[in-house]
DNA sequence: TATTCCAATTGGAAGTTCCGATCGAACTGA
DNA sequence: TCAGTTCGATCGGAACTTCCAATTGGAATA
């Protein structure tokens, strides 16, 4: 079944409203032959005579009179399709589907949350907390937009934007032999026991990475689902922890029995990032993200 | 501001639903670059993008996804209309909007519609009763479609289908001295007080003009304003009438005092018939009215 | 009678849409 | 690892639409 064009729509519209094709034409910035051949395009595609035309004047027939209506719905329809659809041109329009994992989400979301709102009030956040390997998932699945997260894991063929280096901490508890020094070095946690996260938290993979460094070896007694969990068992000295340095400050408040200790210039560090597809063709928007999440450092 | 066509919205529906652009292409009837390039052009003139592509596949945008119901809504009702005219294009369709004279309205009318109805169950029919002069006012206006009356009045320039011949006879009262007569002519008139319907009334000119052929004169005491009073006029032995041969039945029924005295072979006579404007492009529909009336006779 | 206004038509220019062929990248199976 | 397949993008030219300027002829106007 064939489909009337827009144009003859247009062209029949303006028949209908003016009665007079010169006008018409006018209005659709076409010549009159133009619209004529519109019209009678139209006419031949429904099988009927819109307009009765005698040499001094145009009568719309009843089924023009029926069909106007119909024909101007549509024709308003399309043009707010059209003018709707470029509110989605500009940054950070519609939801931003952001995927963050759980040893980020807590230290830098709060802040970032609400930034993100002051600076681009028409966007709309949609946040997912999980493991770097279903967020990566997600993100090739087209069901999130883009990964607030370490980019030392393995990420697929995401394309990345590197935000800040991390650096990790040790912390111990407070009356712990190392808990009265300045400084620490690499070598200091070789003989201690180290508390790791759950499987699947990429942090546990990169303190573990560290360890094999200095041959120190993680403690498989205790995994932990989350910091705070894991910093219980800090300050009930089961072990020390490698804790990143933008989850010090509310981690280790004081009096909770905690040590943070920094490493020297040569500290491991996490590099935390945004990641999103290749295809995505919002690079600009997460550039702006990503500068956004900077000035909140 | 630019409008998207039809085909643009056509295949961004297809590439969306399939995901695929060679499959969408083939649902479209067009080849894989023609696709490709409306899509862009779709996306150039919305000023956004509508699908992540790469080598691999497809991916609609947060963007295509709310359009895509609005888009599929505007391809419905294009359809939609596109088929529904196609009923205008059947015989009857719609409101067919006739106008009737006062002096067959009630003669014809009754039984006409009965098989209207019968015979074209579609149509929803409109009737209007007015003088001649009305009628033609209205059917030039584009307020009816057609008109059922007598062609011997000044239509304009509409176009007639003839119908029927349609005799006057001569009615009397019962105690009239012409009442016993089997036949009469012409002259039999001259000497009567012929009584006459309203101004307006085309029959009235058309019982004038008869009078004249034989110089009797209508009488200028009484106008009825319809046939049933005018016949009791005739009746109460104010006068002789003219009666259409259509109307004798229902109006000189037997104890109403009337007796109807039919004219010879060379009785006078009025032609019914339809009138419609002369660029309507209905006339085969009006064709089939006018035999369907014919038959009712 | 001359002028104006109208829609239809014509012929040719301008613009579009389309297709086939091809490309390069990325999977698939041998 | 290598041929075969599949994907969307691109290109050049063919086919087709759509458009305009000029004109026609009928009707209304003056």
Redesign the pocket.
Known sequence: MEMP?N?QLECFAAVFETL???QAAEKC??????L??????FEQLLGILLFE????R?LPTAAAKSLFPKVEKILRDTRILAEDSHRFGEPFSGTLRLGVIPTVAPYLLPKTIRSLHREFPQVRLSICEDHTERLVESLEEGDLDVLLLALEADLGSAETIDILSDPFWLVVDSKHSLAKRQRIAFEDIAQENILLLDDGHCLRDQTLEICNRVTAKGSDDFRASSLPTLLEMVAGGLGVSLLPEMAIESECRPGRGLTPLPYGDISPFRTIGLAFRASSHRQPEYNLLADLLRREM
Chains 1, 2 share one sequence.
């Open positions: 064009t144009r007079n094709f010169r910035y076409i010549s009159q032959p133009a004529s051949a519109q019209i009678k395009q035309r005698d040499k001094r145009v």
